[in-house]
T-cell receptor, first 109, second 115 residues
Framework: QKEVEQDPGPLSVPEGAIVSLNCTYS??????FMWYRQYSRKGPELLMYTYSSGNKEDGRFTAQVDKSSKYISLFIRDSQPSDSATYLCAIRGTYKYIFGTGTRLKVLA | NAGVTQTPKFQVLKTGQSMTLQCAQD?????MSWYRQDPGMGLRLIHYSVGAGITDQGEVPNGYNVSRSTTEDFPLRLLSAAPSQTSVYFCASSYSWGAANTEAFFGQGTRLTVV
């Protein structure tokens, strides 16, 4: 079983839609959860960082962690064409970041 | 600040050749790492370093060597290139692994093709 599982998509939505991106993980000891955004032919950039369970909001983005079900989510409200990218969930393990495979998102104008 | 700088951006190698991918950061980060990114496989850790003089293997270390003689630099050496090493390579650094809110800063990547 992979440590982090993520639906690869691709996901196409119209501009203005609410987008939900999800990952599951296997190790209940994980405490730090991240979402990275990666534009085509670029390196990943940190979008959201969450410690333990709960929600964290930053503008149009909300990160949610449910440790009881080992589920992490990223919600994008009022999605824009500029949000078109690959979104990677990541977990901080022991001396390493463990990444999901990434979900490709395309927001259509 | 330049952040994390990787060179070269693109490289084509013949099978059996060796080369070094360069990574430098100017943020005084203790932790540095190398990942490879392949379609459907995500980012996989090759090697990492928690400080100058200390390196360790990640998930897919075979065929790669690293060293960390300075805080700033963390080169990745391909010993004898194979087509299976065709990938996009990313270097990432973090302030300190022991710090709570520490994020990984990534370079722009090196696209390597082995023919």
């Amino acid at each position: 079983q992979k440590e982090v599982e993520q639906d690869p998509g691709p996901l196409s939505v119209p501009e203005g839609a609410i987008v939900s991106l999800n990952c599951t993980y296997s190790n209940s000891a994980f405490q730090y959860f991240m979402w990275y955004r990666q534009y085509s032919r670029k390196g990943p950039e940190l979008l959201m960082y969450t410690y333990s369970s709960g929600n964290k909001e930053d503008g149009r983005f909300t990160a949610q962690v449910d440790k009881s079900s080992k589920y992490i989510s990223l919600f994008i409200r009022d999605s824009q064409p500029s949000d078109s990218a690959t979104y990677l969930c990541a977990i901080r393990g022991t001396y390493k970041y463990i990444f999901g495979t990434g979900t490709r998102l395309k927001v259509l104008a | 600040n330049a952040g994390v700088t990787q060179t070269p951006k693109f490289q084509v190698l013949k099978t059996g050749q060796s080369m070094t991918l360069q990574c430098a950061q100017d943020m005084n980060h203790e932790y540095m790492s190398w990942y490879r990114q392949d379609p459907g496989m995500g980012l996989r850790l090759i090697h990492y370093s928690v400080g100058a003089g200390i390196t360790d293997q990640g998930e897919v270390p075979n065929g790669y060597n690293v060293s960390r003689s300075t805080t700033e630099d963390f080169p990745l050496r391909l010993l004898s290139a194979a087509p299976s090493q065709t990938s996009v390579y990313f270097c990432a650094s973090s302030y300190s692994w022991g710090a709570a809110n520490t994020e990984a800063f990534f370079g722009q990547g090196t696209r390597l093709t082995v023919v």
